[in-house]
């Protein structure tokens, strides 16, 4: 039987920027630019998409005079995450 | 990258490639600490030894202190990456390691003005050469485990060399496990960047 897709992680971006928060420990907004070659505007609908829905935390502070806006999953994201992997297992049949 | 729905291989595919490029992959500039550390010992080592030589005051050894202080110092100053950025688990094991290892050295300096017979020059090389060794073997990179286990070796000298000459192969040893780790993992950095 299929599990449910949770459809705020099945987008290609969230789901992006998911898969690199779940990697690390926290990720600034310019790693994350780079690593899904999206653009500001975009990166930053979703990352209040996520935020809103509880999966990461977001601190804006500042280096210098520069703002630094650094992101972390949070372990409602991360169960989130371990559920939609699961969930996509079941589409592929791939035995965990 | 879209905000577009994906199917459901894409998205396994995808959660494996952004995986694949988040880790294992070193920034330039991850040396920095190293080179840091490294060249402020180098110069307060070879400052240490002239003023010993020339004066034969042991108030020189209290130049020692200027390596937390200045290396704080720069690490604040230098340190902080201010372009992109992304802290990994292995970062904060490494910065666990060295945090813990920093800690001892100092409260074993501070035992040696209680203790002054206290082989200060082998424990120093012992602890840094562990330190260093560790941050090679976390990274699985065997070029800084090498530098570390040559300079863990070292902390044996100061017991054959009797006298200001073990300021040297301090000198030396910082060099060899902290100075050429640094640049090598510039370049490693800069390399994998490419």
Redesign the interface.
């Known amino acids: 039987m299929f599990k449910e897709?949770n459809p705020l992680l099945?987008?290609?971006?969230?789901?992006?920027i998911m898969?690199?928060l779940?990697?690390?420990?926290?990720?600034?907004f310019?790693?994350i630019?780079?690593?899904?070659?999206?653009s500001v505007g975009?990166i930053s609908?979703?990352l209040e998409k996520l935020s809103s829905a509880g999966y990461i935390q977001v601190e804006k502070g500042f280096?210098?005079k520069?703002t630094r806006t650094v992101c972390k999953i949070t372990p409602k994201g991360t169960a989130a995450f371990a559920e939609y992997?699961e969930a996509?297992k079941s589409?592929?049949e791939i035995k965990s | 990258?879209?905000?577009?729905?994906?199917n459901?291989?894409?998205?396994?595919e995808?959660?494996s490639?952004?995986?694949q490029?988040?880790?294992n992959k070193l920034e330039s500039g991850e040396g920095k600490p190293f080179l840091i550390f490294g060249y402020i010992s180098v110069i307060i080592s070879i400052a240490v030894y002239a003023l010993l030589v020339t004066t034969n005051n042991q108030f020189a050894n209290l130049l020692w202190w200027a390596i937390p202080l200045l290396g704080g110092l720069f690490m604040y100053m230098f340190g902080?990456?201010?372009?992109?950025?992304?802290?990994?688990?292995i970062?904060?094991i490494i910065n666990t390691v060295w945090g813990v290892i920093g800690t001892v050295m100092i409260l074993v300096s501070f035992s040696a003005f209680i203790i002054h017979s206290f082989p200060m020059v082998s424990l120093m090389l012992l602890l840094s050469g562990i330190a260093t060794t560790l941050t090679g073997l976390i990274i699985k990179y065997i070029p800084i485990v090498i530098c570390g286990i040559c300079g863990t070796l070292t902390c044996a000298l100061p017991f054959i060399f009797i006298g200001y000459e073990q300021v040297l192969i301090f000198t030396v040893a910082v060099f060899i496990m902290m100075v050429i780790p640094g640049h090598i993992l510039n370049y490693k950095g800069r390399k994998s960047n490419v």
């Open positions: 897709l099945h987008s290609e971006l969230r789901l992006g898969s690199i779940i990697s690390v420990e926290e990720a600034d310019l790693f630019k780079e690593k899904t070659s999206a975009n609908v979703q280096i210098g520069r992997v996509l589409y592929l | 990258m879209e905000d577009k729905i994906l459901e291989k894409e998205s396994l995808l959660i490639k952004m995986i490029n988040t880790q902080r990456r201010k372009d992109k950025y992304a802290k990994t688990y970062d904060r």
